[in-house]
């Protein structure tokens, strides 16, 4: 499944590239990078969520979880070997989607390809990929909630990338409660740029939720009744 | 039960889930190098038992003391000499038998080749088959089941009905390894099942549970002593049957299931004997035979006729 989601998470990019190169060669770079950044918003929350309810679903529908916590092997260092295992498929990935988008770059807007225009893309997308694995953490929690099942949790994965993807198009009276629910705040993070007002709100909002679901999903897995 | 060492032991153990008893005041206490069975009908709570022994299930009270140590919190020392195999057994589909040991070997601390090796030759699995798990029968994945247990050489193993789904021919070679581990390699051994025909061959001790509560726990040869021979006897004249066998033959342990029915449980008169007398003295018998009260029948009474099967 994590080789699936790597595969799907390089396409993007790799699928802009070719919609550039072939069907709309006028594209400008700035759209360019707007729409990448707009396909990535709602791509990868999906995939992600995808990934971990798999992992998590497996070892309760093959009753896996029950010979690892008998293997001596205490509950919070399961969920943190869950945590650590999934970011840095997630880090891999994402890694790769901004090596194929910069090469992309280069290939398509050799003008445009300055140490301070690849700056800010690199930083964009790297900020958006981290908030947005933050704010996918409660997904971890309803993963252990749900046991065996699928469903519940690639629900709320897609609610979060909706979420995600909708905060790119937030008008301006409705900023300061976008900023406040943390799935709206990774992508006004990316628009409302680093260290103003905005930003802050938006990234007390994205790691209280992280914090919230971490200790969340930690109290619930070491209740929970195998 | 008193003069020996226990490897394992609850202390008036409770569960319940969504306010329904599962557990009640269990007490239970495994003798080191023993096999003891926990023999109790589906749903009777001998898996939730297990559970709450190895920490899968939060028990709401009661203690368990394990290596004369009692578990207040997770101690990885305690549960890592422990082997255990709870319900259906649980292993990656998509690999093969030396490769899921591995996993659950480095949980443990190191993969140790050998070990793998041991185990799945003592349980009778092949070490280099290429078969992944989700191809195995029931009987292989029961047995790899059993290697996982015992693959880091623990002193006590937990096994939840590890016969479950097995033919008769392999429920007889499980139950040859279960002695055999027990035996030759000295381990404490917990078994549960419902089915009294498959502990009877195999177990030291027996632990009776029904409706989350332990009935009896004795040893087996107790447990043995509660099979009565007895003779069963067809007569027209019941009462002056029961009246003459009282009176002139001095038999006391009578009982009368039914109206026509007489038990009797003093056999100093075989039934050829007492075929004679009752004859000699003018009675119709319309059938003699001699039975043994069954441990099914013992059981039967022992949980208001649920029975074991």
């Keep these: 499944m994590a080789w699936m989601g790597t595969l799907i998470i390089v396409t993007i990019p790799l699928f802009m590239i070719w919609n550039c190169l072939i069907i709309d060669p006028e594209k400008e770079y700035m759209e360019w990078l707007m729409s990448l950044l707009m396909l990535n918003t709602l791509v990868l929350p999906i995939v992600n969520g995808f990934v971990i309810t798999s ?35 997630y880090l891999i990935s994402f890694c790769l989607f901004e090596v194929i988008a910069i090469a992309g770059c280069y290939a398509l807007f050799p003008i445009e390809f300055t140490t301070g225009n690849m700056g800010y893309a690199l930083f964009l997308f790297t900020q958006s990929n981290f908030f947005s694995f933050i704010v996918g953490i409660p997904i971890l929690l309803i993963c252990v909630k749900q046991q065996a099942l699928f469903y519940p949790s690639m629900l709320a994965t897609l609610g979060s990338a909706v979420l995600q ?3 790119l198009q937030v008008s301006e009276e409705l900023i300061l409660p976008a900023c406040v629910c943390p799935w709206t705040a990774v992508s006004i993070s990316g628009i409302a740029g680093f260290g103003t007002y905005y930003y802050w709100i938006c990234f007390v909002s994205i790691f209280l ?18 | 039960m008193t003069g020996l060492e ?40 001998k898996t939730t038992i297990m559970k709450m022994v190895l920490g899968l299930v939060k028990k709401d009270s009661g203690s368990v003391t394990l290596f004369n140590q009692e578990m207040a919190d997770y101690q990885s020392g305690i549960y890592a000499r422990i082997g255990s195999t709870i319900e259906s057994p649980g292993f990656y589909s998509n ?11 480095r949980l443990r601390g190191k993969v140790d080749r050998n070990k793998i090796r041991n185990a799945l030759g003592v349980v009778g699995l092949p070490y280099q088959d290429k078969k992944i798990f989700s191809k ?49 390699y000295g381990k404490t051994i917990l078994i549960s099942s419902h089915q009294l025909s498959e502990m009877e061959q195999m177990v030291d001790w027996v632990g009776i549970i029904h409706e989350g509560s332990m009935l009896e726990e004795c040893s087996y040869w ?55 007398r009752l004859f000699a003295a003018g009675f119709a018998v319309a059938e003699i035979s001699k039975c043994q009260n069954s441990l099914e029948a013992y059981f039967k009474e022992l949980t208001g ?5």
Excluded at chain 2, 21 to 42: A, C, D, E, F, T
Excluded at chain 2, 177 to 182: F, G, Q, T, V
Excluded at chain 2, 235 to 264: C, F, G, M, W
Aim: charged share 20%.
């Design chain 2, 136 to 184: 195995y029968s029931l009987g292989m994945k029961q047995r790899l089941a059993i290697a996982n247990a015992i693959l880091n050489d623990p002193e006590l193993l937990i096994l939840d009905e590890p016969t479950n789904g097995l033919d008769p021919i392999g429920i007889a070679e499980m139950r040859t390894l279960i002695r055999k581990l027990s035996h030759e």
């Design chain 2, 95 to 105: 690999l093969t038998a030396v490769e899921n040991l591995s996993v659950f070997s």
């Design chain 2, 6 to 45: 226990y490897t394992l032991q609850t202390f008036e153990l409770c569960k319940k889930y969504e306010g329904r008893s599962v557990v009640q005041n269990v007490s239970m206490h495994v003798p080191k190098g023993q096999i003891y069975g926990l023999l109790g009908r589906n749903g009777a709570g």
């Design chain 2, 305 to 309: 006729g649920a029975g074991i099967a």
């Design chain 1, 55 to 89: 992992s998590m679903q497996r070892e309760y529908q093959d009753r896996t979880i029950r010979n690892i916590l008998t293997a001596s092997v205490s509950r919070g260092k399961f969920l943190t070997a869950k945590l650590v295992v999934w970011f840095l498929w």
């Design chain 2, 222 to 276: 107790q447990l043995k002593e509660n099979e009565h021979s007895y003779i069963r006897l067809v007569v027209k004249e019941p009462e002056q049957v029961n009246e003459y066998l009282k009176n002139d033959l001095s038999i006391e342990k009578i009982t009368r299931p039914e109206a026509s029915v007489i038990e009797i449980y003093d056999l100093k008169y075989g039934t050829l004997e007492l075929n004679s």
């Design chain 1, 209 to 226: 939720c992280g914090l919230a679901g971490f200790m969340g999903v930690i109290i619930s897995f070491k209740n929970q009744d195998q």
């Design chain 1, 165 to 167: 993807a909708a905060g």
